[in-house]
């Protein structure tokens, strides 16, 4: 059938996928074998904040997927609501996005709680020419802390992990040029960590400052492991879609099935290049990641901040629904929690919420999904694309008055 009856046959032309990074909702039944017993982020932070001002969300349905204490549930949602379990093993960034994109994973990506092995750092050290420092599991500003006046003092490089699947390298911008820590990591990336050391990601982690006020810059970049198999971006692309990305998501796919990347280092630019997507004419799909909410408020255990990063983002949200056209989707979920109620500073296995809105889009309870991978696959559905490999559809759900129209 041509990409173009079919388009025609889900009138949905633009899809908006909203990722707010790490705003799960809730302890899938396999996370105690994480560590993560009793995660819930959005319920947490909403239990400790005792209020939160976002409107936008409510009218969505967010409350409806999860109870958020001092918010009370619309009685008729706006948009269709659900959450989704990952079926992928892990709690990754790479492997959440993955899965939302219609590809899952039945192995997880190697991990170094304890440090990498010899063989992996005596490989890297070859590669830069000099030692290096850390080479253990520790937040990226402990490790700055404790190791930045010896990495400016010797020159070597902080090599650090998590308990995701991430090689990372903290570099003072004054000892390692940018384009040097780029090169390393890229070589890291195709040289090291390949086989049966392939993880998810290798990251550049730049910083500045001096002794006891260091800061790391937004000149992060990851170097992310190619998917094994077509994605949902590589699906709409080939089918002629436009397929935008915004901030780090272009990393995430490792720059393959994307159309346009439009940088953002921060929510707030990345919201507005939310809403001047919306305002540009194109059919297709847009896909961005709002990193905040991970990488500044969950892995610093600041409930407070993650909570004001919530209000701000529905202020924005609220613009975005005024911008929606006719045959505009918008999706808002996450790739995994983050708790920031948590000892840890670590990501939690959690469901992710699944919001859907549109002028065209019926609100409906969509309930809980077996994977993340169902909305890669009803996003394919919707746009008329082929099917995703992964994923069951719930796009009959959505739009089934509009099809008893056509």
């Not at 590809?103 to 304890?114: A, D, G, I």
């Not at 070597?156 to 308990?163: E, K, L």
């Not at 840890?344 to 002028?359: A, F, K, M, Q």
């Amino acid at each position: 059938m041509d990409t173009m009856v079919r388009r025609g046959f889900y009138i949905i032309k633009r899809v908006f996928l909203i990722v707010l990074d790490g705003a799960g909702v809730g302890a899938l039944p396999d996370a105690e074998k994480y560590g993560d017993r009793g995660s819930n982020t959005l319920g947490n932070v909403a239990q400790i904040r005792g209020k939160l001002h976002i409107p936008n969300l409510l009218s969505l349905g967010l409350n409806r997927i999860i109870p958020l204490k001092g918010t009370e549930k619309i009685e008729i949602p706006l948009g269709a609501y659900g959450k989704m379990a990952e079926l992928s093993p892990g709690k990754d960034t790479v492997t959440g996005h993955w899965e939302l994109s219609g590809l899952t994973l039945t192995k997880p990506f190697p991990v170094y709680p304890e440090g990498f092995p010899g063989e992996v750092i005596q490989s890297f050290e070859k590669i830069i020419g000099r030692k290096s420092l850390g080479n253990f599991a520790a937040s990226g500003t402990e490790v700055i802390k404790m190791l930045g006046e010896e990495h400016l003092r010797t020159g070597y490089p902080i090599v650090y992990t998590s308990a995701d699947s991430v090689f990372q390298i903290a570099a003072h911008t004054d000892i390692i040029s940018l384009e040097t820590l780029y090169e390393w990591c890229q070589r890291a990336r195709e040289e090291i960590f390949v086989g049966k050391h392939a993880l998810g990601r290798v990251i550049a982690r730049p910083f500045s400052g001096v002794a006891g006020e260091f800061y790391r810059l937004k000149d992060r970049k990851d170097f992310s492991l190619a998917p094994p198999d077509q994605t949902l971006l590589d699906i709409a692309k080939e089918e002629g879609f436009e397929v935008w990305v915004i901030g780090k998501v272009r990393d995430i796919f490792a720059g393959r099935g994307m159309t346009r990347h439009i940088p953002g280092s921060d929510n707030e630019n990345i919201t507005e290049a939310i809403l001047g997507s919306l305002k540009e004419s194109f059919e297709g799909i847009v896909w961005a990641n709002l990193i905040d909410f991970d990488m500044i408020y969950g892995h610093r255990n600041d409930v407070e901040g993650f909570a004001r990063a919530l209000e701000e983002f529905d202020i924005s949200l609220g613009k975005a629904l005024k911008l929606l056209k006719n045959d505009d989707m918008l999706v808002i979920t996450a790739d995994h929690g983050c708790d920031p109620t948590f000892d840890s500073t670590d990501h939690t296995r959690e469901y992710v919420p699944v919001i859907v809105y549109g002028h065209k889009i019926n609100p409906v309870d969509l309930g809980t999904r077996e994977s993340f991978a169902d909305l890669g696959a009803t996003i394919a559905e919707v746009l008329g694309c082929r099917p995703t490999r992964y994923g069951k559809s719930f796009a009959m759900e959505l739009l089934q008055e509009e099809k008893a129209n056509i």
